[in-house]
């Protein structure tokens, strides 16, 4: 879904939505074009644990007397967002330079 759900955004396919999308993309070209980008959606999501990981340790960090503020608490987490991005946008290139295929290659 996340491969039709990009074209839909790209507005490449005409459909009325994901799964429409999804259904034209195996009539017209088949499962593995469904599939396009797969792999690297698995390995680009697998770093969310980065984010569980970088917030609890910054958490800790922020902990005063075994409280953490709200400001300490904002700043874990867009510190933590931000380290997990910065990890994993790379990896989010080449998915959507995979799923933005044309379709065109055998």
């Given at each position: 879904m996340?491969h039709?759900?990009?074209r839909?955004t790209l507005?490449?396919?005409?459909g009325?939505?994901?799964?429409?999308?999804a259904i034209?993309?195996?009539?017209?070209h088949?499962?593995?074009?469904?599939?396009?980008?797969?792999?690297?959606?698995?390995l680009?999501e697998?770093?969310?644990?980065?984010y569980?990981?970088?917030?609890?340790?910054l958490?800790?960090?922020f902990?005063?007397?075994?409280?953490?503020s709200?400001a300490g608490?904002?700043?874990?987490g867009?510190?933590?967002?931000?380290?997990?991005?910065?990890?994993?946008?790379?990896?989010?290139?080449v998915?959507?330079?995979?799923?933005s295929d044309?379709?065109?290659?055998?």
């Amino acid at each position: 879904m996340d491969h039709s759900r990009f074209r839909v955004t790209l507005r490449k396919e005409k459909g009325e939505g994901s799964v429409r999308t999804a259904i034209n993309i195996y009539k017209q070209h088949g499962i593995r074009k469904l599939y396009l980008g797969f792999y690297s959606t698995i390995l680009r999501e697998s770093f969310l644990g980065l984010y569980f990981g970088t917030y609890d340790f910054l958490i800790r960090y922020f902990k005063k007397d075994g409280v953490v503020s709200k400001a300490g608490s904002f700043l874990a987490g867009g510190l933590a967002g931000t380290a997990t991005w910065f990890a994993m946008y790379p990896i989010d290139y080449v998915k959507t330079k995979i799923q933005s295929d044309n379709f065109e290659k055998p």
